[in-house]
């Protein structure tokens, strides 16, 4: 492995363990760009998995006591049958054009928010709603890897402090990915090369991850709102740009 190779890596994994640690996701959003340049894209794909889970770990102990297990359910138990969906759909479904079609609620979502000066502070739960964005998420998750994309929408859309935010969107992502990387290691993609990329990965994941904790632990409820609604906003411009380049 050449020495630009491995700054692409380390670039992409201080990339994504910073945002992930800021936000609570976005590992694959921000470390893909980098990684594609370097390693084949199923290699890359799985890469981001194990990052995200092992920068989601850190993240989940900074917020540990403000997990609430029945709020979190709400959007989990569902996010299960969305994931078995999704395994069910995926001979059928055109993941880029998928993809596409999430870019563009991204960017509309952020884009409309970014630009109001008044954030919307919702307070009343709709079950209902929370379980089918759950569902969808799970479903997302499993044939595209965005599992926080959804709930990350909805969450930044009430009037909750930061931690309550971070401790719906981190535990979420954390479990459904980690049914993802299952699923991933039975159909045989946890290689010995995947290994080798996640030890020279994984020391610039952690120094990003932290850095982004203690980012995140600076802001105050508000901003980290505001933050939410513009890496929306980013995350769906960057999503549209790497896709579209990949189809045309």
Known sequence: ????????????????????????????LFALGWWLAAIPAHEAVVLVVILSLIGGAQGIYAVRNAI??????RFLLPSFAGIAVGFLLLEYIDVLMLKLVVAILLVFFGGY????????KLQVRILSVDMAVGAIGGVLATVAG??????????????????RRRAVIQPFNIIVLSLVLLLMA???????????????????????????????????????????????????LMLAGRELAVRF
């Open 68 to 73: 609430d297990l029945p709020d979190l359910a």
């Open 113 to 120: 928010f970014t630009f109001r000066r008044n954030l919307p």
């Open 146 to 163: 965005l599992s926080g994309v959804l709930l990350t929408m909805w969450c930044s859309l009430y009037g909750w402090p930061k931690t």
């Open 1 to 28: 492995m050449t020495f630009e190779l491995m700054v692409l890596l380390g670039i992409g994994a201080f990339a994504g363990g910073f945002i992930n640690g800021l936000a609570g996701f976005g590992t694959g």
């Open 186 to 236: 039975w159909r045989g993609m946890l290689t010995s090369h995947i290994v080798m990329l996640t030890l020279i990965t994984l020391p610039f994941s952690v120094i990003g991850t932290q850095a982004g904790i203690a980012t995140f632990q600076r802001l105050s409820d508000d901003r980290f709102q505001r933050l939410l609604i513009w890496l929306t906003l980013f995350s769906g």
